[in-house]
């Protein structure tokens, strides 16, 4: 379950997921319409990412913000398929896939059993810095946030899993 006071980055989150899916569509047309050529590669949308509220086994979610800038958002499919929403701050959705050392790595992080006890929940978390950039991981054992303030220790299985996001995608981890 999200705690109470990340529910509006999480609806936030899915409603900028939702609005980015459904820019892609369109209302049927004319007659003369012409579909759009389809995109290929690994910049190409790919379907099945799950948004962070619906994050399940295998999949990560990284939501990242400082003070009164743009929610950054990241998910990241059991495959390595990646979708990062506003991560310039942009605006622009963002789109790859992990390498397949990288989606080893990940999946392995995100099996540990030790991350359980790295869960808010587990740590009983506490924001406690004004003005520092706050990451969460929501994963399938609960959401684990962090914040880049002095003296702040991380949790350390969440913290290779945020630097191997970080990284690997446009996702920053710091401003």
């Known amino acids: 379950m999200v705690a109470a006071s990340w529910s509006r980055p999480v609806s936030l989150s ?19 319409d012409e579909p759009a050529p389809a995109a290929t590669g690994p910049a190409a949308v790919q379907p099945g990412l799950a948004p ?24 990241v499919a059991p495959d390595g398929r990646w979708e990062c929403v506003d991560c310039a701050g942009d605006g622009v959705t963002s789109t790859g896939v992990l390498d ?13 059993p030790g991350l359980a006890n790295e869960t808010d929940q587990a740590r009983q978390y506490r924001v406690t810095c004004i003005g520092a950039l706050t990451s969460s991981l929501l994963t399938s054992t609960g959401l684990i946030t962090s914040q880049d303030c002095p003296g702040e220790e991380r949790p350390p ?15 920053e981890i710091t401003d």
């Open 14 to 32: 899915v409603a900028a997921l939702l609005a980015a899916a459904l820019a892609g569509c369109s209302l049927p047309g004319r007659a003369d």
């Open 157 to 171: 299985i969440a913290n290779e899993i945020l630097l191997l996001l970080t990284q690997s995608t446009p996702a």
């Open 100 to 112: 397949p050392e990288q989606v080893t790595r990940l999946q392995r992080l995100l099996a540990d």
């Open 52 to 75: 962070p509220a619906t994050t399940g086994k295998g999949r990560v979610s990284l939501l990242q913000k400082l003070d009164d800038g743009p929610l950054r958002t990241l998910n």
